[in-house]
């Protein structure tokens, strides 16, 4: 089976643990396997000349899977290729099957955080702008919904403690008649 010429690796961030891939639809193959093929150097000649599909704006993983492609089809990419293929590798490619593998709300917090974690790579002018996307969609980032991811965690210790907690703000914090509202006002610190 021939290759495509060769193109530098970019490793993969963190993905889930399994993926079935025949558990997911062809445009998500697609995309599943020219991510593998970049993390791994190496692409075959089919899976670069497959047609990943008509984009749609509304779509994401069309346009991520057209630059992986163009990416490994391209002799010398461009730094701004390099630049939107690492961030698909790095950020887009995990957080997308993360999100489908994780996918009830108990694990929201933990994925928001993942989030943040993969975009540190990026330099400062690139991290400002992924910091503001974050900040717009930071709702995982509220108290309530972290406490919820820790009467759900694996250890012991975490889930009490978000009781204790609970416990606390019912008895002496809250006004039961004061509706919380959700505020994405508040800065995140990114750097915790």
Known sequence: MAAVPDFEAISLG?????????????????????????????CPQNLASMNPGQIVHSRWLTKASRLLRLYVTTSSPSANLKTLSTYIMKVYVPMY????FYNSVVYGSLLFFKFIQSTRYLPPTLREIANTVI????YFAHPENILLAMLYDKRKDVRERAIKKILHYRDKVCDPTNLRVYDKKHAINYEC
Request: hydrophobic content about 40%.
């Open 135 to 138: 900040q717009n969609n930071s």
């Open 97 to 100: 099957f993360n999100i489908k």
């Open 14 to 42: 963190d993905m889930p643990p399994a993926i079935h891939e025949k558990m997911l639809s062809t445009d998500v193959q697609y995309l599943y396997r020219m991510a593998n093929a970049v993390c791994d150097g190496f």
